[in-house]
């Protein structure tokens, strides 16, 4: 089993790039003129459909080749049109950050003003406001500004990163692991359901696993003010189960015969956030 030390060493950059690998994300182009496979170096030939180009970086592939390129697609910025919205891995190495800006500003904001707020991550703010914040990132990026001057409250803060999680197409605890998160949480004996829970962490993607564990801190530090905010685990957990994880298949039956599964992992997580990460 991967340890976390080997995950967080994972977590390492060398030369101003964090190593997360990521997948090329291929669509089939159309060309106009000569082109040649980036991959093999051969002509690309046809009128139509000669080949795939990478959305992400514009990596020119034949379909073919597109099978045996390695995930090491580098995002360029001028092609992530928006913040919200985007693949949580694309982001990260388009801006070349350790997690999305969006969760290290949010967050950084409400440690600073708001962890003692009654109803912190419960109570909602104005929606008109929150889409305001997500316009912000989209279109300002880390020079967005949220503070207290323009956004006096928290709640709007809270929210726009809650969306921010609710939007992403690969939610953090992804499609791949959330039936093995929610197996583990049926475990009965809480040591053995702890062991469960750190094996399927180890299978998130890196970009997820340090989006996870960096809000698994702060939401630990949102408990620690519970006399003020009335905010503890098992009440986060009901906020950022469903925010966190989403089952595969768009079933809603599923997602109310999981929702107490979610829960118990998000608290879990938080009260164990120094053990499991």
């Known amino acids: 089993m991967i340890s976390s030390l080997v995950r967080r060493a ?3 950059h060398n030369d101003n790039h964090f190593n997360y690998e990521k997948t090329h ?3 089939v182009h159309t060309f106009r003129g000569p082109h040649w496979c980036e991959y093999c170096a051969n002509f690309m030939w046809g009128l139509i459909a000669q080949g795939v180009r990478c959305s992400d970086c514009g990596l020119n592939v034949h ?12 995002p360029d910025l001028k092609r992530i049109k928006k913040v919200y919205c985007c693949d949580l891995t694309t982001l990260v190495k388009a801006h070349n950050t350790q997690r999305p800006m969006v969760v290290d500003i949010c967050i950084r904001e409400i440690e600073a003003r708001g962890l003692k707020s009654e109803g912190l991550y419960r109570v909602s703010g104005f929606t008109e ?3 305001d914040v997500k316009m912000a990132f989209d279109r ?9 001057s323009i956004y006096p409250d928290i709640n709007i803060i809270t ?4 969306l921010y999680f609710r939007d992403l197409p690969i939610p953090v605890i992804t499609y791949d692991t959330y039936s093995k998160f929610i197996e583990a949480a ?8 702890l062991e469960a829970v750190h094996e399927v962490l180890m299978l998130l993607p890196p970009a997820h696993y340090e989006t996870l564990r960096y809000l698994m801190i702060h939401l630990k530090k949102v408990t620690m003010n519970e006399k003020d905010n009335f905010m503890n685990a098992e009440n986060l957990g009901i906020v950022f189960g469903p925010t966190l994880m989403r089952p595969p298949e768009d079933s809603t039956l599923t997602t109310l015969h999981d929702m107490r599964y979610q829960k118990l992992i998000v608290q879990i997580l938080i009260e164990n956030e120094d053990v499991l990460f």
């Open 10 to 12: 994972a977590l390492t």
């Open 25 to 27: 994300n291929f669509k």
């Open 63 to 74: 379909k073919q080749c597109s099978k045996h390129v390695p995930n090491d697609c580098q």
């Open 129 to 131: 406001h929150i889409e």
């Open 140 to 148: 300002d990026g880390e020079k967005a500004d949220i503070s207290a």
């Open 159 to 162: 929210g726009a990163l809650k």
């Open 186 to 193: 049926k475990i009965s004996n809480a040591d053995e359901r």
